[in-house]
């Protein structure tokens, strides 16, 4: 997994979209639509329980933090929606899909799944900015596994591809999160298909996590000297496993990772021997022809090494965490 870094005031822009109506212009949006807060009022006045009109008002009231607070202040959020509302969590947490018709849900999940699914996120989101979204945000490889290239075609959803947008906080389960900015990853299929509805504790988000988490670093196991062989061929035979500081850590297990880079020992055997055999011309001597440290590392190990550029190709982290330039 690698980390998202977002530079831009790109989550203030969505917030006054998506919530207030505003700036429809930053998102090549023409028509005029009703933001979420006005739909939320409108909703609002269908509830009749108490202890769910507090929690639409709690909603109403952390509406700015839920939409666009980062990943910490969504968890701070859903812990407080299971200490304090306690009742209201247990309705939304019932929810079963596999329960029949006119028992799956109950009426508080109803409405937050109309406010947040089905109005904001697939009539606002997915509709209207996703594709705008997604290029602002200039994610070429999937965060989850940098394995997949997430590409697109065209401008919108009608004659286009884009990335598709996993929810973190699954929306099935957390309808209220359905529309938050940090909450919505985006990801090639593969990954956003094994993680569904899927929750697991101690799931990592690739807002979260930095630099300096370790817990993701890759190493490999060898299994015979053949790992100091000058063929290519026999360094990768020497390699027994490609496998990680931790783990057991839950993104590994989710998408599957102990398995899928298996297949990349090839990529680990080339950074091996690049490592013994980095072309001395360019170590020593980058400078002289014009070209930066980084750049040299690019050049012989043809992918990046700035942590925040990981997510333009795959098995960026892979390399940078086996080799030994830097
Ligand atoms: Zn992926």
């Known amino acids: 997994m690698i980390n998202i870094e977002i530079l831009s005031n790109i ?16 998102w090549d949006v023409t028509t005029n639509i009703d933001g979420l807060k006005k739909k939320i009022e409108r909703e609002a006045k269908k509830v009749k329980n108490k202890d769910d009109l507090e929690f639409i008002s709690f909603i109403q009231k952390r509406l700015k933090t839920i939409v666009k607070g980062d990943i910490n202040k969504l968890k701070k959020i859903q812990n407080i929606i299971e200490v304090k509302y306690t009742k209201v969590w247990k309705k939304i947490k019932s929810y079963n899909e596999n329960a029949p018709k006119g028992k799956k849900r109950k009426f508080i999940y109803t409405i937050l799944e109309k406010i947040f699914v089905t109005y904001g996120y697939e009539s606002i989101i997915s509709e209207k900015i996703a594709y705008k979204m997604l290029r602002k945000l200039d994610i070429k490889v999937c965060p989850y596994c940098n394995i997949n290239y997430i590409s697109f075609s065209g401008t919108n959803s009608n004659k286009g591809i884009r990335p598709e947008l996993d ?30 509805n899927n929750f697991p504790k101690g799931l990592y988000s690739p807002y979260e ?16 000297i053949n790992i100091l062989s000058t063929s290519l061929n026999n360094i990768e035979k020497g390699i027994d496993k490609i496998t990680f500081q931790k783990e057991i850590i839950a993104n590994n297990k989710m998408f599957h990772l102990d398995d899928l880079y ?4 090839d990529v680990v055997a080339e950074v091996i021997w690049k490592n013994r055999n980095f072309p001395n011309v360019l170590r020593d001597s980058y400078k002289n022809f014009g070209i930066s440290k980084r ?7 043809c992918n990046y090494s ?16 086996i080799q030994k330039y830097f």
């Open 167 to 196: 929810h973190f906080y699954p929306k099935s389960h957390y309808p209220y999160f359905a529309v938050s900015f940090y909450n919505l990853i985006p990801s090639c299929r593969n990954c956003n298909g094994l993680k569904s």
């Open 295 to 301: 750049e040299a590392y690019r050049i012989v190990f």
């Open 262 to 265: 298996q297949v990349h020992k």
């Open 11 to 26: 989550d203030i822009d969505y917030y006054n979209f998506v919530v207030l109506s505003q700036d429809k212009d930053k």
């Open 306 to 321: 700035d942590v925040n550029e990981f997510n333009k190709r795959p098995l960026s982290k892979l390399t940078y965490d």
């Open 209 to 224: 996590i930095s630099e300096n988490n370790d817990d993701f670093k890759f190493k490999y196991i060898a299994k015979n």
